[in-house]
């Protein structure tokens, strides 16, 4: 399975993006499935998670602002950013896991906040 990210761009302060990772193959198959991103020098970190039956995990740091979801008829992950802040500037990962099996990444898509 491969996962392609995009959504990603150059947008102002306040703004939003949505970022999609679709699957090609289908998503129903994950055990959970998740953003993350990385900013320049940083460590990659865990934005938000969904399960196969849809409950979410966002870090208290995200709440608020992020929201995550999934279309398992389009085999595909969102991830809506509101009220955008240059440092959310970073890589936006997606990445899917199941039991036994290695995890799946995306190859990133750049968000980057002006201020």
């Known amino acids: 399975v491969q996962l392609q990210a995009s959504g990603g761009g150059l947008v102002q302060a306040g703004g939003s993006l949505r970022l999609s990772c679709a699957a090609s193959?289908?998503?129903?198959?994950?055990?959970?499935m998740g953003w993350y991103r990385q900013a320049p020098g940083k460590q990659r970190e865990l934005v938000a998670s969904?399960?196969?039956?849809?409950?979410?995990n966002i870090p208290d740091s995200m709440k608020g602002r992020f929201t995550i979801s999934r279309d398992n008829a389009k085999n595909t992950m969102y991830l809506q950013i509101n009220s955008l802040k240059p440092e959310d500037t970073a890589v936006y990962y997606c990445?899917?896991?199941?039991?036994?099996?290695?995890?799946?990444w995306g190859q990133g898509t750049l968000v980057t906040v002006s201020s």
């Open positions: 969904i399960t196969r039956g849809g409950s979410t």
């Open positions: 193959g289908s998503i129903f198959t994950f055990d959970v």
């Open positions: 990445n899917a896991v199941s039991v036994g099996v290695r995890p799946y």
